[in-house]
Structure formats: structure tokens, C-alpha cells
């Protein structure tokens, strides 16, 4: 059984950085892209970005590009969000999530995996 826990997050001001952390077990994480994913109070969970099972390939989007830059170390089993230049509209509950394909997916429905989400809040 895969198993997501995100870690991190938390309070920060307009314009800081943090960074969020998922940690996965379960299955060999190197064979699998990853996502990450955020819900705003009031609003349906979205799209945030992905990587692929290297790393070596990226995609965002348009609301955090430039902004937000995803990574993983495989040798940990762990992918990264790192969040910069943050907004109040970033605030939200940020998910990892797992498709069952090594390669960048956008579409919710492909995700199997999720972990339980961790709040960041942007205060000004």
C-alpha cells in the first residue's frame, strides 16, 4: 500500500518562502512521477505541478510558474514544493499526490495515491 505524508508548510507572510515535504513508502518511488496539488477554502482542488520519476522533467501551473519549483531525492524517497515570493490566493491545503506512470500527468483523475495535506497560510 503507497502511503504519502506530507510535512512542513505552515504561517508565512506575503512575499516569504517555505518549503513542503512528502515523504512516500510502498512501492520503489523511482519508477513514478509525482504532483502536487492545493485546495483554497470555498474552492475545487487543483493543479499545482509535477515532476517525473528522474527529475530531470517539470511542469507548473500558469498561477505559480516561476514561483514555485518542484524536486525529488529518490535515494529518500521524497519530493519537494518549494514555494517563493508567496501570495495571500497561495493559501491552501497542499497535497502530494502519486500516478501509476512514470511520466508528468496534470489530470486529477490519474493521481491513485494522496497524502493528507498539510495547510500553508499567506498572511499580510
Known amino acids: 500500500q503507497v502511503q504519502l505524508v506530507e510535512s512542513g508548510g505552515g504561517l508565512v507572510q506575503v512575499g516569504g518562502s517555505v518549503r513542503v515535504s512528502c515523504s512516500a513508502s510502498g512501492r520503489t518511488f523511482s519508477d513514478y512521477a509525482m504532483g502536487w496539488f492545493r485546495q483554497a477554502p470555498g474552492k475545487e482542488r487543483a493543479f499545482v505541478g509535477a515532476i517525473n520519476w528522474s527529475g530531470g522533467r517539470t511542469y507548473y501551473a500558469d498561477s505559480v510558474k516561476g514561483r514555485f519549483t518542484i524536486s525529488r531525492d529518490n535515494a529518500n524517497n521524497t519530493v519537494y514544493l518549494q514555494m517563493n515570493s508567496l501570495k495571500p490566493e497561495d493559501t491552501a491545503v497542499y497535497y502530494c499526490?502519486?500516478?501509476?506512470?512514470?511520466?508528468?500527468?496534470?489530470?486529477?483523475?490519474?493521481?491513485?495515491?494522496w497524502g493528507q495535506g498539510t495547510q500553508v497560510t499567506v498572511s499580510s
Open positions: 499526490a502519486a500516478p501509476s506512470v512514470s511520466y508528468v500527468v496534470t489530470g486529477m483523475s490519474l493521481y491513485k495515491y
